[in-house]
């Protein structure tokens, strides 16, 4: 039999995998000659149908660029999902994707018009938590999606002050793009440098947590490309946890760990959930009550202390909070508590009513969360108790972080599905922590397919698909969230 996570068929044949390389490689040359032909460049104007993106300049050329540029990058993501050939293997083909991808112009999403002007904002004094970029004066606002031009910044002290360094360093708007992308690819990198480690302490092949979570289309487009502030948030919090695995129980370690995870929820609010399984990876010995606080209370301090210095470093004290309402301003069916909203908003219509179904659904889906981020977080802590016996943590080594980086990667998963905006980009988060903690490798499929169709969701220029599919989409996700119900329900009868 072969060990826990090994390839099912042996190596991966070097015809295969040489033919996955170089697909994905002229699949990310191909999305890099979209985007300049018809990306998210400051000029464009926004897409109103795919009929408009059809006769825009290049339009055919551009749509079919993207077509077939993301079936061959998720094609050839998808044919390795058992695995590399090697660890090796992977850091440099995902390497060799990122390579044109560097040289796009922003690409599916204009966000990062909206991090510079949130950047200039603050660097000139107005607090961008307070009012959107237009009422702030941001010289670039045109070239911000209208929708978040009146809105201020969702994110956290952190990244506007990564925001604002870029716009001084870089002097324009083009400037301050190439300086906000290589933050991006810096969390990129951090991400990668931290996957080894990760992968080893849960006992998972480096070969197969590299590829899932690096050689994603998501990370290549969204991150790199688009150079979004997930990409940094993500690439501290797994910093963050490879301390917490290294050095459990030892104070200036959980200290130094707290700080990293503090500074990702400073930069995206969504890392929160990541902290009370931070907390069961930092206690070493018997699980205990008294250890958790011992061990948890180091790592909050951390967490604590990397929030007030930011928050007073750059003079916004917890306004960014205010800002994270605003982000549900955008009704997309690729969110499921919205789409069961909107399918009940349209069959009252039918009956002659405006049931205003959206807002309620989406609360009862955060009570929803609120219920299940407190289940996955005692079964987590029952499953570690049971294995903390002294005498069997040696055989236990791998199973302890992995306990806390499944629980970790299932809270994302469930925090991005039910919360009340999905954008693919999302999906980067949950995905890393699995890549490298899901040892089965038939359960991979369950987080990777959700991933592969966020991928062709959103066209260069970043207008995004479900703006044209309200009602259909609406539809097929709620049919999916129904049956997904049922079978949880069965599977539970089962057991």
Same mark, same amino acid.
């Given at each position: 039999?072969? %060990? /826990?996570?090994?390839?099912?068929?042996?190596?991966?044949?070097?015809?295969?995998?040489?033919?996955?390389?170089?697909?994905? @490689?002229?699949?990310?040359?191909?999305?890099?000659?979209?985007?300049?032909?018809?990306?998210?460049?400051?000029?464009? *104007?926004?897409?109103?149908?795919?009929?408009?993106?059809?006769?825009?300049?290049?339009?055919?050329?551009? @749509?079919?660029?993207?077509?077939?540029?993301?079936?061959?990058?998720?094609?050839?993501?998808?044919?390795?999902?058992?695995?590399?050939?090697?660890?090796?293997?992977?850091?440099?083909?995902?390497?060799?994707?990122? @390579?044109?991808?560097?040289?796009? /112009?922003?690409?599916? =999403?204009?966000?990062?018009?909206?991090?510079?002007?949130?950047?200039? =904002?603050?660097?000139?004094?107005?607090?961008?938590?307070?009012?959107?970029?237009?009422?702030?004066?941001?010289?670039?606002? %045109?070239?911000?999606?209208?929708?978040?031009?009146?809105?201020?910044?969702?994110?956290?002290?952190?990244?506007?002050?990564?925001?604002?360094?870029?716009?001084?360093?870089?002097?324009?708007?083009?400037?301050?793009?190439?300086?906000?992308?290589?933050?991006?690819?810096?969390?990129?990198?951090?991400?990668?440098?931290?996957?080894?480690?990760?992968?080893?302490?849960?006992?998972?092949?480096?070969?197969?947590?590299?590829?899932?979570?690096?050689?994603?289309?998501?990370?290549?487009?969204?991150?790199?490309?688009?150079?979004? =502030?997930?990409?940094?948030?993500?690439?501290?919090?797994?910093?963050?946890?490879?301390?917490?695995?290294?050095? *459990?129980?030892? *104070?200036?370690?959980?200290?130094?760990?707290?700080?990293?995870?503090?500074?990702?929820?400073?930069?995206?609010?969504?890392?929160?959930?990541?902290?009370?399984?931070?907390?069961?990876?930092?206690?070493?010995?018997?699980?205990?009550?008294?250890?958790?606080?011992?061990?948890?209370?180091?790592?909050?301090?951390?967490?604590?202390?990397?929030?007030? +210095?930011?928050?007073?470093?750059?003079?916004?004290?917890?306004?960014?909070?205010?800002?994270?309402?605003?982000?549900?301003?955008?009704?997309?069916?690729?969110?499921?508590?919205?789409?069961?909203?909107?399918?009940?908003?349209?069959?009252?219509?039918?009956?002659?009513?405006?049931?205003?179904?959206?807002?309620?659904? &989406?609360? +009862?889906?955060?009570?929803? @969360?609120?219920?299940?981020?407190?289940?996955?977080?005692? &079964?987590?802590?029952?499953?570690?108790?049971?294995?903390?016996?002294?005498?069997?943590?040696?055989?236990?080594?791998?199973?302890?972080?992995?306990?806390?980086?499944?629980?970790?990667?299932?809270?994302?998963?469930?925090?991005?599905?039910?919360?009340?905006?999905?954008? *693919?980009?999302?999906?980067?988060?949950?995905?890393?922590?699995?890549?490298?903690?899901? +040892?089965?490798?038939?359960?991979?499929?369950?987080?990777?397919?959700?991933?592969?169709?966020?991928?062709?969701?959103?066209?260069?220029?970043?207008?995004?698909?479900?703006?044209?599919?309200?009602?259909?989409?609406?539809?097929?996700?709620?049919?999916?969230?129904?049956?997904?119900?049922?079978?949880?329900?069965?599977?539970?009868?089962?057991?």
């Amino acid at each position: 039999m072969s %060990e /826990p996570g090994a390839l099912p068929d042996g190596p991966v044949r070097p015809v295969a995998a040489a033919l996955a390389r170089y697909a994905g @490689l002229a699949g990310a040359v191909l999305l890099t000659a979209a985007g300049w032909l018809g990306g998210a460049l400051p000029d464009t *104007p926004a897409v109103t149908s795919l009929g408009d993106a059809w006769r825009a300049p290049h339009g055919p050329v551009v @749509l079919g660029c993207w077509l077939v540029g993301t079936v061959l990058l998720v094609g050839a993501w998808w044919s390795l999902r058992w695995g590399a050939p090697s660890g090796r293997w992977a850091y440099v083909t995902a390497g060799l994707w990122l @390579l044109p991808l560097l040289a796009a /112009p922003p690409l599916g =999403s204009r966000d990062v018009y909206s991090y510079a002007c949130q950047g200039w =904002s603050w660097s000139h004094g107005v607090d961008p938590y307070r009012v959107g970029v237009v009422a702030a004066g941001c010289p670039w606002a %045109e070239s911000v999606s209208p929708i978040w031009r009146d809105t201020p910044a969702p994110y956290g002290p952190f990244f506007v002050l990564l925001a604002g360094l870029a716009v001084l360093l870089g002097g324009g708007l083009v400037g301050a793009i190439v300086a906000l992308r290589v933050v991006a690819l810096a969390g990129v990198l951090l991400a990668a440098f931290c996957l080894p480690g990760l992968a080893r302490a849960a006992g998972v092949p480096t070969r197969r947590a590299a590829w899932l979570a690096l050689a994603c289309p998501l990370v290549g487009v969204h991150l790199v490309a688009g150079a979004h =502030s997930d990409a940094v948030g993500l690439g501290l919090l797994l910093f963050g946890l490879l301390v917490l695995v290294r050095r *459990p129980g030892r *104070p200036r370690a959980l200290v130094v760990a707290g700080v990293l995870l503090g500074l990702a929820v400073a930069v995206k609010a969504v890392a929160v959930v990541v902290l009370p399984f931070a907390v069961l990876a930092a206690v070493v010995g018997r699980y205990t009550w008294r250890a958790l606080l011992r061990d948890g209370g180091w790592l909050a301090g951390g967490v604590l202390a990397a929030l007030v +210095v930011t928050s007073l470093a750059t003079g916004l004290g917890l306004g960014w909070v205010r800002g994270l309402a605003r982000s549900g301003d955008s009704e997309q069916w690729t969110s499921p508590p919205t789409a069961v909203g909107q399918v009940v908003e349209y069959a009252g219509a039918l009956a002659g009513r405006d049931p205003q179904a959206v807002p309620v659904i &989406r609360v +009862v889906a955060l009570a929803v @969360l609120a219920v299940l981020l407190v289940v996955l977080w005692w &079964r987590a802590w029952a499953a570690l108790r049971r294995l903390g016996d002294a005498r069997q943590r040696a055989v236990h080594a791998a199973a302890r972080p992995r306990v806390a980086l499944v629980g970790a990667g299932l809270a994302l998963a469930a925090t991005v599905l039910l919360a009340p905006v999905f954008h *693919p980009w999302y999906a980067t988060w949950p995905l890393a922590l699995l890549a490298v903690a899901t +040892v089965a490798v038939a359960r991979t499929v369950w987080f990777m397919a959700p991933c592969a169709v966020a991928s062709v969701l959103t066209l260069p220029d970043g207008t995004n698909l479900a703006r044209f599919t309200k009602a259909p989409g609406a539809i097929l996700m709620t049919l999916l969230v129904v049956a997904v119900v049922v079978a949880a329900v069965r599977a539970r009868r089962a057991h």
